[in-house]
């Protein structure tokens, strides 16, 4: 990825946090300038200046690759401006998963006059972590520009959680040769999803096909609450308050399971490729319907004849049609009936999906038309991981007494057809007594979480404001000690009638 694509960007700024004790508090503290005093009567507390923040629709967003489609391997989101903080960023943040690897970072504006600065979002798949390496570096390298260079008391470093943060630790110590502070994947989540619905606007959103994006006003009354967080595989989290949380389940059935399938049964090889497939395909050539059973609805239990009975239920019987065709037609010679090819991808052949023979594409080399395409597979799949999702998150939210469940995670991608299986599934199970959320930054909850539990220099450390605090502490009780000591002396002197000075 050229590193020329960043030079509109100019990092890295935003105030400290403590994340020993207390509870996250990102604040509105009006005027610019944030005191530090009062940031250190509060631990636990995050500092970043909320006021006037929103989301940018339009101008200049985190950096495109410049073909226009963005690239393979990693995935943009729109950028949140920051329009009054001012306070300087000495990290940067990443959630490193099983498939992707999400970065946020704080920049301002290249020759810009206006005060504050942006959060920018960016993800890699994690098979490509040496780009996203790359791309870190040349943050590194722009910060030191800015910040007076390798010597800058400032030093910038990593805020690092999600499984990478152990897995490749070293790499990136080695590579940016910076400190790299790992934080709690879960509690890196509440706290970015906590951030997400209290204080940014237009971020929220509930889903429906009559309604599609109608958005929630952030609010503080929002506990208790379910997250499900859907990566490679997915967590059903129970939150009671700020940093009270439970996993309460889980399944390994989730965008990794989507991805490795459909790797297997497409030609697509990114998981936004498999997204477009899926929001071009049709499912009812490859699942079984209660219409395709009964001949209408089932209404007696509340069945729409369109209501999936069996994902993929339909593929064998017509795929044994087909192949009993081709024999017939002497199409399939001497090639073994049962053997279904597999399509193989080959990174220097262009990808050409209407030129591929597979039948995948609705082509076959004997000039048979398959009866379904992998843009059907495609979405029959999607239907069938996300109809599973939500029915287990119903269950949890059943068990637990929730009524408001947030769907975050890369699996969602702000996709129609998955925000709307999941919004239709909740609603469906619970009669409508169960209300799903979708966020525009879903994917990036434990990357804003790691970002916001940058601890302020030396904190946490030798010298560290626990240390400070209990010093402080000692000496006011010293102090009291003293003077009691005094009070008591003057006392015992008047009882025996003589004035101590």
């Given at each position: 990825?050229?590193?020329?694509?960043?030079?509109?960007?100019?990092?890295?700024?935003?105030?400290?946090?403590?994340?020993?004790?207390?509870?996250?508090?990102?604040?509105?503290?009006?005027?610019?300038?944030?005191?530090?005093?009062?940031?250190?009567?509060?631990?636990?507390?995050?500092?970043?200046?909320?006021?006037?923040?929103?989301?940018?629709?339009?101008?200049?967003?985190?950096?495109?690759?410049?073909?226009?489609?963005?690239?393979?391997?990693?995935?943009?989101?729109?950028?949140?401006?920051?329009?009054?903080?001012?306070?300087?960023?000495?990290?940067?943040?990443?959630?490193?998963?099983?498939?992707?690897?999400?970065?946020?970072?704080?920049?301002?504006?290249?020759?810009?006059?206006?005060?504050?600065?942006?959060?920018?979002?960016?993800?890699?798949?994690?098979?490509?972590?040496?780009?996203?390496?790359?791309?870190?570096?040349?943050?590194?390298?722009?910060?030191?520009?800015?910040?007076?260079?390798?010597?800058?008391?400032?030093?910038?470093?990593?805020?690092?959680?999600?499984?990478?943060?152990?897995?490749?630790?070293?790499?990136?110590?080695?590579?940016?040769?910076?400190?790299?502070?790992?934080?709690?994947?879960?509690?890196?989540?509440?706290?970015?999803?906590?951030?997400?619905?209290?204080?940014?606007?237009?971020?929220?959103?509930?889903?429906?096909?009559?309604?599609?994006?109608?958005?929630?006003?952030?609010?503080?009354?929002?506990?208790?609450?379910?997250?499900?967080?859907?990566?490679?595989?997915?967590?059903?989290?129970?939150?009671?308050?700020?940093?009270?949380?439970?996993?309460?389940?889980?399944?390994?059935?989730?965008?990794?399971?989507?991805?490795?399938?459909?790797?297997?049964?497409?030609?697509?090889?990114?998981?936004?490729?498999?997204?477009?497939?899926?929001?071009?395909?049709?499912?009812?050539?490859?699942?079984?319907?209660?219409?395709?059973?009964?001949?209408?609805?089932?209404?007696?239990?509340?069945?729409?004849?369109?209501?999936?009975?069996?994902?993929?239920?339909?593929?064998?019987?017509?795929?044994?049609?087909?192949?009993?065709?081709?024999?017939?037609?002497?199409?399939?010679?001497?090639?073994?009936?049962?053997?279904?090819?597999?399509?193989?991808?080959?990174?220097?052949?262009?990808?050409?999906?209407?030129?591929?023979?597979?039948?995948?594409?609705?082509?076959?080399?004997?000039?048979?038309?398959?009866?379904?395409?992998?843009?059907?597979?495609?979405?029959?799949?999607?239907?069938?991981?996300?109809?599973?999702?939500?029915?287990?998150a119903f269950l949890q939210s059943q068990i637990h007494g929730l009524s408001h469940i947030y769907f975050g995670g890369s699996f969602i991608r702000g996709h129609p057809q998955t925000m709307n299986t999941l919004s239709y599934a909740i609603k469906f199970w619970s009669k409508g007594a169960k209300q799903a959320y979708f966020l525009r930054h879903e994917g990036y909850l434990g990357a804003v979480g790691a970002f916001l539990k940058r601890q302020p220099r030396n904190w946490g450390r030798r010298g560290s404001f626990e240390e400070a605090e209990a010093a402080a502490l000692q000496g006011r009780m010293i102090a009291r000690a003293i003077e009691s000591?005094?009070?008591?002396?003057?006392?015992?002197?008047?009882?025996?009638?003589?004035?101590?000075?």
């Amino acid at each position: 990825m050229p590193t020329d694509a960043y030079q509109a960007e100019a990092p890295l700024a935003t105030s400290a946090s403590n994340t020993n004790g207390g509870t996250l508090r990102v604040v509105d503290p009006g005027p610019a300038e944030v005191d530090l005093d009062t940031t250190l009567s509060h631990p636990g507390s995050v500092r970043i200046n909320v006021k006037g923040a929103f989301i940018v629709d339009q101008g200049t967003t985190t950096p495109a690759s410049s073909n226009g489609r963005g690239s393979p391997n990693h995935h943009e989101t729109k950028d949140i401006r920051l329009p009054n903080h001012t306070a300087v960023v000495s990290h940067i943040a990443i959630d490193i998963g099983g498939s992707l690897a999400k970065l946020v970072y704080f920049s301002r504006e290249a020759h810009s006059t206006d005060p504050g600065g942006r959060l920018n979002f960016v993800s890699f798949e994690t098979d490509h972590i040496d780009e996203c390496l790359e791309f870190m570096r040349t943050l590194k390298q722009k910060y030191q520009k800015l910040n007076g260079g390798a010597d800058s008391p400032n030093e910038l470093c990593v805020m690092a959680t999600g499984g990478g943060a152990y897995k490749y630790y070293d790499m990136i110590r080695e590579v940016l040769g910076v400190d790299v502070l790992r934080e709690d994947e879960m509690e890196c989540l509440i706290i970015g999803l906590d951030f997400f619905i209290t204080e940014i606007p237009r971020e929220v959103f509930t889903y429906s096909e009559a309604n599609p994006m109608h958005f929630v006003p952030p609010s503080d009354n929002v506990y208790p609450y379910l997250l499900v967080n859907i990566g490679s595989g997915v967590s059903f989290l129970k939150v009671s308050g700020p940093r009270e949380y439970e996993r309460v389940g889980g399944t390994s059935l989730g965008g990794g399971t989507l991805w490795g399938l459909l790797s297997l049964l497409t030609g697509a090889r990114t998981f936004d490729e498999m997204l477009d497939l899926a929001s071009r395909g049709d499912n009812t050539t490859v699942d079984m319907l209660v219409g395709d059973i009964y001949g209408t609805d089932y209404g007696k239990i509340g069945l729409k004849s369109t209501t999936i009975a069996s994902s993929f239920g339909k593929v064998f019987r017509k795929k044994r049609q087909a192949e009993n065709e081709a024999e017939d037609s002497g199409g399939l010679g001497h090639k073994d009936p049962h053997r279904h090819p597999v399509h193989q991808n080959h990174d220097d052949a262009p990808h050409d999906e209407t030129a591929s023979p597979h039948p995948e594409n609705g082509h076959q080399s004997n000039g048979h038309t398959p009866p379904f395409s992998s843009a059907d597979i495609s979405r029959s799949l999607l239907y069938a991981i996300s109809n599973n999702i939500g029915q287990i998150a119903f269950l949890q939210s059943q068990i637990h007494g929730l009524s408001h469940i947030y769907f975050g995670g890369s699996f969602i991608r702000g996709h129609p057809q998955t925000m709307n299986t999941l919004s239709y599934a909740i609603k469906f199970w619970s009669k409508g007594a169960k209300q799903a959320y979708f966020l525009r930054h879903e994917g990036y909850l434990g990357a804003v979480g790691a970002f916001l539990k940058r601890q302020p220099r030396n904190w946490g450390r030798r010298g560290s404001f626990e240390e400070a605090e209990a010093a402080a502490l000692q000496g006011r009780m010293i102090a009291r000690a003293i003077e009691s000591e005094v009070l008591a002396s003057c006392s015992d002197a008047e009882d025996g009638g003589v004035l101590v000075a």
